[in-house]
């Protein structure tokens, strides 16, 4: 049994072009940027920070 790092997934859709990816989000941070795999568009992908999440 892994008693090590949570690992947070979430499925993130592009606005642009509507491609859909489940990705890893990373602990502790607010904001994050992520590059759409089909048009590469820079997306801002809003992170599990609970101590952020106003
Ligand atoms: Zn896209």
Redesign the pocket.
């Known amino acids: 049994m892994n008693m090590g790092a949570i690992i947070t997934k979430s499925v993130i859709t ?6 859909r990816k489940e990705e890893t989000m990373p602990e502790d941070v607010c904001q994050f940027f992520y590059e ?6 820079v ?1 801002v992908v809003k992170g599990v920070c609970a101590n952020c999440d106003k």
């Open positions: 592009c606005p642009d072009c509507g491609f759409c795999e089909n048009c590469h568009t997306l």
